[in-house]
């Protein structure tokens, strides 16, 4: 039966003209027709369906083809498997052990452990239940963990611990809130309602996933959906004091469940049976028996585990339920882990590395069959250099002063505005430079933010004033600190002189004698193209005003300031697909995506040759608006 499903050359006991597919299924057909055993659908499974069963070696192996499948469930190391190969073929060629498959008694041990509750697939697939993510501050440690549960759509609790963190605050606990409360009057009859205080449990982020996991095991069908619990700076607070008793329950069996269940207080026993009953938040609309959960569980109620996990008598996570967590190893003033703590988490390190470009699902942007980096940059008085390359310059002097990773940066420890590519000056100074002074440096070695060989190293040097008296970043000390790290340092690029048939800058009753075209700009201070100065003003006007959420409404609001411009400054999604996407109108505009999911388009073809350009007018729509300012670049 074998060989007709499963042919090999030097398969003799098929004639040779029987070793095609074809001839090889007809053979096994005739063989399978043939018999009408009750057990002929294992046999075909057993025959076709190698992995449903786990099997490793084919059937000709007949040494250890009975073995194998055991040996690959079991997940053996080679240094105990060829012992435990052994006794499996010895109870295999035991008839007793086939009559013991065969009795009542064994039948009635599988009916009682195996419920129907084992059937159903954790969606969550083989995910750690219990995963700590660690490294560098900036290292997208909290945006991993975020794009795994977005994508895949999981049901998400988050929770950020604290040094005020404790228990209460994790769990819950009873609370003073404002209730309704009948007034009555003489008569004994409710005249009326007013607000008054009363205790009430009131539940945190632990408790609610804790029941939010169970309803969704409970309710599942054919699957059960995971119920996340993210926890953000996990060693800011003191985890001893916070999970308390729930320690215990971090302990994991192979099927998923809690090992050890603990005792609920009465409070919290009374608020589970509460919410997991008729009428409650998260009742269990569907019976369920998870008895099987904890083998040889005795309760002290009388009751089994499904019921005594009901009524809240009991705490035990179900393996739908996952517990994910992350952590700066370099931040200060922290509680330490014990080592007990620790065992119960897998965990995983979150590297530097470079950032890539992710689309609006965080799937990485490809292009020539590579990832398209972010290509962030520092710029700072009209010069620019790479935020990567700064990255590895000051992460090799880091390394070199504290012998760790733990002070590292990370790509993501500081980010462009809405909409830039570029980290601005102040920026830079005052959140890298502000913690590479007071966090690494400050007790160390400080040549690198020398000025010059004979200057002492100051944190003021990164600060100097402008005309009107205001504290404003030292692009000089910038720049000197990129020369003394080896930082390749560019100018800024301009690209004023953009696509001269756009079309709607219209050159009409232009005064051809006022020509500005060398001249370039810069936005609140910083240089840049014209078309990024209209995105940033754009993006600046939205931000000043929240009332604004929705493309039209923001579209409506700009083109009033705009009244008298020759072409139109901002695009609804709707308004941008009426053009033709070939054309070369459709080519003008930029998409940025706003906080409602909507699209808002930027026109992009910008002049500045002209005092009658469109540029010029938005210059003092900017300053009459107090939107910012849009000054030449001196």
């Keep these: 039966m074998y060989e007709a499903c499963h042919p090999s050359k030097d398969n003799s006991s098929i004639p040779e003209d029987q070793k095609t597919k074809d001839a090889c299924k007809e053979k096994a057909e005739h063989f399978l027709n043939s018999y009408n055993g009750a057990d002929k659908e294992l046999l075909v499974n057993f025959l076709w369906n190698y992995e449903s069963w786990g099997g490793g ?11 194998s499948p055991v040996l690959n469930i079991a997940n053996t190391i080679n240094a105990s498997s060829s012992l435990i190969g052994a006794i499996v073929k010895g109870l295999a060629n035991q008839d007793c052990l086939n009559l013991l498959l065969q009795s009542e008694g064994w039948k009635s041990f599988e009916g009682s452990s195996a419920s129907s509750d084992t059937a159903k697939k954790n969606s969550g697939g083989k995910m750690a239940l ?48 404002m209730a309704d409360a009948p007034v009555y009057g003489a008569q004994g009859v409710e005249i009326a309602k007013e607000k008054r205080i009363t205790y009430t449990f009131v539940k945190q982020a632990f408790l609610k996933a804790y029941l939010g996991a169970w309803q969704k095991l409970a309710n599942g069908v054919d699957s059960v ?78 009751k089994t585990l499904t019921e005594d996990i009901k009524l809240g008598r009991i705490l035990l996570l179900p393996n739908n339920l996952y517990i994910w967590a992350t952590m700066n190893t370099s931040d200060q003033s922290l509680f330490p882990i014990d080592s007990a703590f620790k065992r119960r988490w897998e965990w995983r390190y979150v590297k530097i590395s470079k950032g890539y470009k992710r689309g609006a699902n965080g799937e990485l942007v490809i292009k020539n069959s590579e990832r398209v980096p972010l290509g962030w940059k520092i710029r ?27 002070k590292k940066l990370g790509y993501f420890f500081c980010k462009p505005n809405l909409g830039e590519s570029f980290i601005r000056e102040d920026t830079f ?21 020398r000025m ?41 690029p301009y690209d004023n002189d953009l696509d001269e048939e756009s079309g709607d800058d219209s050159d009409e009753n232009q005064d051809d004698t006022q020509d500005m075209s060398k ?41 009033e300031a705009c009244a008298d411009f020759t072409t139109t400054v901002v695009k609804t999604e709707n308004e941008y697909n009426e053009l033709d996407v070939e054309s070369s109108k459709a080519k003008c505009w930029q998409a940025i995506s706003l906080n409602s999911g909507e699209k808002l388009y930027i ?9 009658n350009d469109n540029f010029f007018k938005l210059m003092k729509v900017v300053e009459n608006n107090n939107w910012g300012q849009i000054s030449p670049v001196e």
């Design 57 to 67: 070696k084919n059937i000709k192996r007949s040494n250890d083809f009975t073995d």
């Design 130 to 177: 219990q995963q700590i993510f660690y490294g560098a501050p900036g290292t997208g440690k909290s945006y991993e963990v975020n794009s795994i549960t977005k994508k895949n759509r999981y049901a998400t609790i988050r929770t950020t611990f604290h040094p005020d963190s404790d228990y209460s605050t994790f769990v819950g606990a009873y609370k003073p809130t």
């Design 225 to 302: 959906e995971p119920q996340f619990l993210v926890i953000e700076e996990i060693n800011r607070g003191n985890c001893a004091q916070i999970f308390g008793d729930l320690f215990q329950l971090l302990d994991r069996s192979g099927n998923g469940f809690s090992t050890y269940p603990i005792e609920a207080d009465a409070d919290l026993q009374n608020e589970i049976a509460k919410e997991f009953g008729q009428g409650g938040e998260y009742m269990l609309a569907n019976e369920f028996n998870v008895d099987y959960a904890v083998p040889d569980y005795i309760s002290n109620y009388g």
């Design 380 to 406: 700072f008085n009209n010069n620019e250099c790479d935020w990567w390359e700064f990255l590895e310059a000051i992460n090799k002097q880091i390394g070199s002063v504290t012998s760790s990773d733990d």
């Design 429 to 449: 100074v005052n959140k890298v430079i502000f913690y590479l002074w007071n966090d690494v440096f400050k007790d160390c070695d400080v040549s690198i933010f």
């Design 452 to 492: 010059n060989d004979t200057d002492d190293s100051f944190y003021d040097i990164f600060f100097i004033e402008d005309e009107q008296g205001n504290t404003i970043a030292n692009p000089d000390a910038i720049g000197q600190l990129m020369n003394n790290l080896g930082v390749r340092i560019s100018p800024v």
């Design 519 to 559: 001249v370039k700009f810069k936005y609140n201070g910083v240089p840049n193209s014209l078309r990024e100065i209209v995105k940033s003003v754009v993006l600046n006007f939205i931000s000043s005003n929240p009332d604004l959420t929705t493309a039209a409404s923001i579209r409506d609001k700009f083109k």
């Design 603 to 611: 026109y992009t073809q910008w002049k500045a040759k002209n005092a």
